[in-house]
């Protein structure tokens, strides 16, 4: 098997693996990270998503080879209890999850998000949430939440 | 003679588990541990239990510990469903945190020699006249918990509660938004191999032989487990069992299964079938007028999937005859019960203990996936092995939510009013939870070598609420009615409890013709249903929920409003709901405003996120889903061809609650399910001029009742 190496949470990794095993599998499965979900094996629920440099993707459906040099942040990456990124403290402020199953894809694409746009609107937020499901309805909170962090860090 | 006032009796579940030490702990240095034999599903119920204990204690909310429901200790509540886990776990902790706070005192009072009168409690820390102290950890030693709970015990009046009734952050959500593990599908156990399972595509077919051999050529391969009609493989990864399980499927023969309805006709279908008949209630008119005319309506709610976020997922570990069991199931004591069916085992051989999962709104696979993995873990070597369904096995293969028919006639006399009304449910039964049957209701239990008959659903009893019956009576006050249940005796498609049973498809049928009557009758549909309705706290949800959204706004072009209510088994939660569309080629929900009575609010920001979560999977029934199917097999098994609402596609959510402190509280998680459906059906009337009446409001309904009207 195939040496691949790319960057995950600003680590240098190294993982030999078939070419054509998902990211999802080899995160949870070999690296023991396991913020990522797995919903539905087939990139149409968002719960496995993650930056790959930069954009939100998802994990389940994306082979290994396809990740060699590239920068992967999972929701580990982006901030822990004492240094939160603003978009985890903001959902808990706003208490924007019921099951909170979801929440780490919801995170990333959010993060994916105010990288490329800080300042969206509420309708930009939901375009960008779109495509990841939430089936508790906390949809309202969760918008309420990335408008909040993006205020905090534009003052920031 | 005056009769003498009823002895005071316990809550129901500390009735059931009286033992003190069961429910509260002092541990360590300063923490407290609670128990509750309910479960968290992401309903927040842990925190709002936490917050009732912490109240009645006088300690600090971080102290305590909720522990999670294990049949190794904890108290056996049953299942977590029906709205049920504040009013039965919230009372009897309160009732039994009230009485360990009283046993404490008086130890204190004898060790620092004060009276108990004198003393009081600030975070733990028990003090008294003269600066004297001591706390509940020093005195843990003295105190033993191993008593009966004693009737009669008082807890705190509403007015001295400073945690209950206040929004707390939830104790959960930090942990899910660093991704700790706190999930089942992310715990890792020491030697954990990974099973899947191999389940027909065929409606209703059973393995009748298989070809292992690719399938044993995959490497790190562990066990294939052949068990009659049960089949599956343990690997020693995900990825290696995903490949096995598919060489397993090439080699697998199937029986031609059974048929399954016309999807397009499911009135036809639940209308033609055996059923066992129910007269859920009646009422006679005290004078019988003449009736001018007779309105009759069909109603239609389609098979719904739960369709939880994560795919259900269980883990099994077998030691020598006995076996450890970690689920994300709503019951663990009731599926233990299956699981000793099943397994011919004492229930004491097995411990079933809990973990989180994904929202599961109701009886979903957790249950059926925990007896996979114990099937699998059999061949495993004592290794734990976890087993995790696929997204298709998870739409296809779980238990949905009932369809319904459900007939209204309503007698009108010369003014419109409703002088009879006959309300007749034809649909399956709404519950096949397990540990209720001498058989097991899990569904690995109807494929092994000598299968258990699949269970039939069927309906809780009327004083739990019942079943397809759920809301069928009117709160209203009408002089004459028959309410009928007619309960399937067949069950082609497999169905068990979804969010609010039956309640959803009654109250959208019920709420749907009274606003038809009252637009027959020239009424605003607020001051109709006030009309009718006695209750107080019923109006006052009504008047909020009118006042909050200025009813009735400006009709607008291409707009509509609706309203619609309903007390949630008609002794839970109070709910009504406005909804504002806007109706072109499709139906978009703009905005709903709801008000809601739960009585006392433990955590009123919780009850709120449950209110908004509840009205907008509604508003997803509503506009999207049905299951679909062909006549052999389940077809909607992907997101693409069950979708959900999306975050674009998702209304304004504004909640206001009417706290009463002094009122028993009762759950808010499917209380607005059934008000959010009518006010949305009731809307697109007011907006398009049409009466849908068959679920989900798409445009292809629309058109077909805009055929039907004209």
Redo the contacts between chains.
């Keep these: 098997m195939p040496t691949i190496q790319f960057q995950l949470n600003g680590v240098a990794t190294a993982v030999d693996a078939d070419p054509d095993q998902t990211l999802l599998d080899v995160l949870r499965g070999r690296l023991g990270v396991t913020g990522a979900h797995f919903g539905c094996g087939a990139g149409e629920c968002g719960a496995c998503r993650v930056m790959v440099d930069g954009h939100a993707m998802t994990s389940c459906d994306m082979p290994m080879w396809s990740v060699a040099d590239k920068d992967v942040v999972t929701v580990e990456g982006l901030g822990t209890a004492k240094q939160p990124h603003p978009l985890q403290r903001a959902f808990i402020t706003e208490q924007a999850m019921q099951c909170g199953y979801c929440v780490p894809g919801i995170l990333i694409s959010a993060a994916a998000l105010l990288k490329r746009n800080p300042s969206p609107t509420e309708a930009e937020v939901r375009a960008a949430l779109d495509r990841n499901l939430c089936r508790c309805g906390s949809h309202n909170r969760m918008v309420r939440a990335v408008l909040r962090a993006a205020s905090e860090m534009a003052t920031s | 003679m005056t009769a003498p006032s009823p002895a005071p009796k316990l809550p129901v579940s500390l009735a059931a588990n009286p033992r003190l030490s069961s429910w509260v702990g002092f541990t360590g240095e300063g923490r407290v541990t609670i128990s509750p034999g309910k479960v968290e599903?992401?309903?927040?119920i842990v925190t709002a239990l936490a917050q009732i204990a912490a109240d009645e204690l006088d300690v600090d909310i971080g102290r305590i510990e909720m522990i999670r429901a294990s049949t190794a200790a904890s108290p056996n509540e049953g299942v977590t469903s029906g709205s049920l886990s504040i009013q039965q776990s919230g009372r009897a902790l309160r009732h039994a945190c009230a009485e360990v706070r009283q046993r404490f005192l008086s130890a204190a009072s004898e060790r620092l020699g004060v009276d108990a009168s004198l003393l009081a409690i600030e975070d733990g820390t028990i003090s008294g006249p003269g600066n004297v102290r001591t706390s509940y950890w020093e005195l843990a030693g003295d105190v033993s918990l191993d008593h009966d709970a004693a009737a009669g015990v008082v807890a705190k009046r509403a007015a001295e509660r400073s945690v209950a009734g206040h929004s707390v952050?939830?104790v959960?959500?930090?942990d899910?938004?660093?991704?700790r593990?706190r999930?089942i599908?992310?715990r890792?156990l020491p030697n954990l191999v990974h099973g899947r399972v191999l389940r027909p595509d065929v409606s209703g077919a059973r393995l009748t032989a298989l070809d292992e051999t690719a399938a044993r050529a995959v490497s790190g391969l562990v066990a294939i487990v052949r068990d009659g009609g049960f089949a599956g493989v343990v690997a020693d990864?995900?990825?290696a069992a995903e490949t096995a399980l598919k060489a397993l499927h090439k080699g697998a023969t199937w029986s031609v299964g059974e048929p399954l309805p016309d999807e397009d006709d499911l009135a036809g279908f639940l209308k033609s079938q055996p059923v066992e008949t129910t007269v859920i209630d009646t009422r006679t008119a005290a004078a019988t007028k003449k009736a001018a005319q007779t309105l009759r309506r069909q109603y239609i709610r389609p098979y719904i999937a739960h369709?939880?976020?994560?795919?259900s997922c269980a883990m099994a570990r077998w030691d020598g005859d006995r076996v450890h069991v970690w689920t994300h199931s709503q019951g663990v004591y009731l599926l233990r019960a299956d699981l000793a069916i099943v397994l011919k085992l004492p229930p004491e051989s097995i411990v079933v203990e809990h973990m989180?999962?994904?929202?599961c709104?109701g009886h979903n696979a957790a249950d059926d996936v925990a007896l996979d993995a114990v099937l699998l873990a059999k061949a495993a070597g004592g290794r734990p092995v976890r087993v995790?369904w696929?997204?298709h096995d998870e739409m296809s293969h779980a238990p949905f939510g009932a369809a319904m028919a459900i007939e209204i006639e309503t007698d009108l006399d010369a003014d419109s009013e409703i002088i009879g009304w006959r309300h007749a449910i034809w649909s399956n039964g709404h519950a096949a939870r397990p540990g209720r049957a001498p058989q097991p209701a899990l569904l690995a239990a109807s494929e092994i070598a000598n299968p258990f008959p699949r269970m039939i659903s069927s309906n809780p009893p009327a004083a739990n609420g019942g079943g397809g019956d759920r809301n069928s009576v009117p709160l209203y006050d009408l002089p004459a009615w028959t309410i009928t249940s007619h309960r399937l005796l067949t069950m082609p498609v497999r169905t068990s409890a979804l969010r609010t049973l039956g309640a959803q498809g009654n109250v959208f049928a019920i709420e749907s013709l009274l606003d038809e009557i009252a637009a027959l009758r020239g009424e605003d549909p607020i001051e109709f249903r006030l009309r009718h309705l006695r209750d107080e706290r019923a109006g006052d949800v009504i008047r909020a929920a009118a006042r909050r959204a200025q009813w009735k706004p400006q009709k607008q072009a291409g707009t509509g409003y609706g309203v619609a209510f309903a007390c949630y088994k008609n002794m839970g939660a109070y709910c009504a709901a406005i909804a504002e569309i806007e109706g072109a080629d499709d139906i978009r929900v703009k905005r709903l405003t709801l008000a809601v009575d739960v009585g006392e609010a433990i955590n009123p920001?919780?009850v709120i996120?449950?209110i908004?979560?509840?009205?907008?999977?509604a508003t997803?029934w509503v506009l999207k889903e049905r299951v679909r199917f062909d006549r052999t097999r389940i077809t909607s098994t992907?997101?693409?061809d069950y979708p959900?609402?999306?975050?674009?596609e998702?209304p304004?959510?504004d909640v206001e609650i009417i706290q009463r402190p002094e009122i028993e509280p009762v759950g808010a998680g499917e209380a607005a399910h059934g008000p959010v459906t009518a006010a949305i059906a009731n809307a697109v009337y007011d907006c398009l001029g049409v009466r849908v009446r068959d679920l989900p409001i798409t445009r292809d309904r629309i058109i077909a009742a805009m055929e039907l009207a004209s």
Excluded: C, M
Aim: charged residues 15%; glycine residues 12%; negative net charge.
């Design positions: 599903i992401g309903q927040g952050q939830r959960d959500i930090p899910k938004v660093f991704a593990p999930f599908h992310d890792a990864s995900e990825a369709a939880s976020i994560a795919p989180e999962g994904a929202g709104y995790q696929s997204r920001d919780g996120n449950q908004e979560g509840g009205a907008i999977q997803s992907s997101w693409t959900i609402l999306t975050f674009s998702v304004a959510v």
